[in-house]
T-cell receptor, first 111, second 114 residues
Framework: GNSVTQMEGPVTLSEEAFLTINCTYT??????LFWYVQYPGEGLQLLLK?????DKGSNKGFEATYRKETTSFHLEKGSVQVSDSAVYFC??????????FGKGTKLSVKP | GAVVSQHPSRVICKSGTSVKIECRSL??????MFWYRQFPKQSLMLMAT?????????EQGVEKDKFLINHASLTLSTLTVTSAHPEDSSFYIC??????????FGPGTRLTVL
């Protein structure tokens, strides 16, 4: 079945450091891929998405490229800020329209 | 973006009682809403898909008689945990899907069963 695997956290970085959160998936076909972010005390928010192979999603300085060869959708940001501290979830869209999530990666950015 | 609310945000109840959680799409109509459950340090697991005016579709392993879902209108879905037990303690999250297919999530409800 479909599944998403993402790197376990927590990840602790200093401000302005480079961020990579790995995400790989197992799926039939080429589902749409997503990164969601959950800030403390808030609901999940869509950060970025990619709907087909080689697409690059980007938002707020974050990027992720849909790589079908490696079945990956790694999240990157060149220079993180304290305000980026949150839990990040990689997800794919299932056949029923639901989302299948990874376990989440907690990011803490220190000033 | 669209707004989805959940009520209550936190509830503590005694074992054997029932708890109702509401999920509302505040500024759009949602023919489909999803209910997820999140355990500590675990992923969100889909419990059921709720379609307005019809019966919910439950994922394998989710007891439909225990987790009652009602989607009575295009802006409201409710999840009732019946005869709650301590193992039902969890974080319950709903999402509502717009016509475009994008899902918007509620802030979640923390249920603690004593």
């Amino acid at each position: 079945g479909n599944s998403v695997t993402q790197m376990e956290g927590p990840v602790t970085l200093s401000e302005e450091a480079f961020l990579t959160i790995n995400c790989t998936y197992t799926a039939t076909g080429y589902p749409s891929l997503f990164w969601y972010v959950q800030y403390p005390g808030e609901g999940l928010q869509l950060l970025l998405k990619a709907t087909k192979a080689d697409d690059k999603g980007s938002n707020k300085g974050f990027e992720a490229t849909y790589r079908k060869e490696t079945t990956s959708f790694h999240l990157e940001k060149g220079s993180v800020q304290v305000s980026d501290s949150a839990v990040y979830f990689c997800a794919l869209r299932g056949s029923q329209g639901n989302l299948i999530f990874g376990k989440g990666t907690k990011l803490s950015v220190k000033p | 973006g669209a707004v989805v609310s959940q009520h209550p945000s936190r509830v503590i109840c005694k074992s054997g009682t029932s708890v109702k959680i509401e999920c509302r799409s505040l500024d759009f109509q949602a023919t489909t809403m999803f209910w997820y459950r999140q355990f500590p340090k675990q992923s969100l697991m889909l419990m059921a898909t709720s379609n307005e005016g019809s019966k919910a579709t439950y994922e394998q392993g989710v007891e439909k008689d225990k987790f009652l879902i009602n989607h009575a209108s295009l802006t409201l879905s409710t999840l009732t945990v019946t005869s709650a037990h301590p193992e039902d303690s969890s974080f319950y999250i709903c999402s509502a899907r717009k016509g475009s297919g994008e899902q918007f999530f509620g802030p979640g409800t923390r249920l603690t069963v004593l």
